[in-house]
């Protein structure tokens, strides 16, 4: 608790939040619940991709993180080339302007330190070495807080995220994979630790045992082109995924199954569309979820799941239903390795609907055996993120006093 005297603690959250990916916004939601109920008299708001969708759903002031709209669209035309150059030097003072009003900035989970979808090294990589950069100039704490990472072929964003990764005051990492890449990259790790996914903290629906017949398979689907390193390639592996994932799932109806379409973010909609579409059968229906919570509600009403989405994966197996990852990134490998189910991994790139069914059979002869298995990982999980946030309390909220002045003196 502050007294009269001392200033509440002044707390920024930061990322592409509310723009339309529920794993990012899901990983938000953590964090806010351990403010709320560890650092209540926190004063909080956000410096993120959604502004208006954060105020809204969150309670928080949020105030968008580039000060040019079109900057993740491809600018063609001189005007708009100009536009995002120009927005570089003004989000370069916007964000300092930002960090200098707060005690502590924390970067929620995200895959903030990989490069494993497309990504250009002016657009998110930039954006968080200004904060991390301007963080250490002005004496505020950044903390990167169980983020994803991944080592880096382009020279100029693995030049921006291994110089974040170092100016930041804090990190910890959501699997081995990340915080070796880190390392591999020039980082030193020495005293960064890992844990489960921010996203195994939020509350977890009621599991649905199944009784009597075969009942509803949730399949995950993603706007997925291949990495960052794919682009010559990404109309083909987009092409390969989508005509696999709509052969297997022709598959289950032809077996009488119901199946229901998950995303994980706005980009995902064409996909459920021509999943519709090549699939017309009434057997298959398109959820509309709007959060992680959301997600975990479908996943726990299903017999079954698979999924491609990172966070589709964390919902499905947070919820206690077997699942089988169409795995995109070593990320998904190691996660299903961490929850006891590596053996049912499955390439995103080269998605045969032919394997694809048997290892989806193969998972649900040992369903309930995986349940059991699920319900116990589960609460190792539970158990390290509560260990993650009494370690970011010691980082980041000193018992002293949070004043300004203090702050810059430290």
């Known amino acids: 608790m502050t007294t009269a005297d001392e200033a509440p603690v002044r707390v920024g959250v930061f990322g592409l939040l509310g723009s339309g990916n529920l794993g990012n916004d899901g990983s ?67 964000t300092a302007a930002w960090v200098r009003r707060h005690d502590v900035v924390i970067v929620p989970g995200m895959g903030v ?8 090294p002016w657009g998110f990589p930039y954006a968080l070495f200004l904060l991390c950069a301007t963080g ?38 959501r699997d081995t994979l990340s915080r070796d890449a880190m390392r591999a990259m020039g980082v030193d790790t020495a005293r960064d630790e ?21 009942g509803q398979v949730c399949v995950g689907v993603m706007a997925f082109h291949g990495g960052d390193d794919d682009r010559a390639r990404a109309d083909e592996i987009h092409r390969r995924y989508l005509d696999g994932t709509i052969r297997f799932v022709s598959a289950l109806v032809e077996d009488g199954r119901p199946v229901r379409l998950l995303t994980g973010d706005d980009c995902d ?42 966070h589709n994966l964390i919902c499905a197996l947070k919820s206690g239903t077997p699942t089988l990852a169409l795995s995109y990134a070593a990320k998904s490998d190691a996660l299903m390795a961490q ?65 300004h002045a203090l702050r810059e003196a430290s």
Request: charged residues 25%; contains cysteine; aromatic residues 6%.
């Open 28 to 94: 938000l939601e953590a964090v806010l619940g351990y403010l709320r109920a560890e650092h209540p008299e926190a004063v909080v708001d956000a410096l993120c991709g959604g502004p208006e969708v954060v105020a809204a759903r969150y309670g928080i002031p949020a105030t968008r993180l580039h000060w040019y709209r079109g900057e993740y669209r491809t600018a063609s035309r001189a005007g708009a080339i100009a536009a995002k150059g120009l927005g570089k030097l003004v989000d370069a003072a916007r």
């Open 113 to 120: 330190l990989e490069a494993t979808l497309p990504l250009r």
């Open 136 to 173: 250490r100039l002005f004496g505020t704490r950044v903390a990167l807080v169980g983020v994803g990472a991944a080592e880096i072929r382009n020279r100029s964003t693995r030049a921006l995220v291994r110089r974040s990764a170092r100016l930041a005051a804090y990190r910890s990492y």
């Open 194 to 214: 890992v844990y489960p996914d921010l996203a195994f903290a939020l509350p977890t629906p009621p599991a649905n045992v199944p009784s009597g017949p075969p």
């Open 269 to 310: 909609a064409p996909v459920v569309a021509a999943i519709l579409d090549a699939v017309d059968s009434p057997l298959v229906t398109a959820a509309e979820a709007a959060s992680l919570a959301d997600l975990m509600k479908e996943t726990a009403a299903a017999d079954t799941v698979v999924a491609t989405r990172y």
């Open 339 to 403: 929850m006891g189910l590596a053996a049912y991994c499955h390439p995103a790139r080269e998605v045969d609907a032919d394997r694809l069914l048997e290892q989806f059979r193969a998972l649900e002869r040992r369903s309930a055996e995986l349940r059991r298995t699920l319900t116990e990982r589960n609460l190792v999980a539970a158990r390290r993120l509560e260990h993650q946030f009494t370690a970011l309390t010691a980082a980041l909220f000193p018992a002293t006093d949070h004043t």
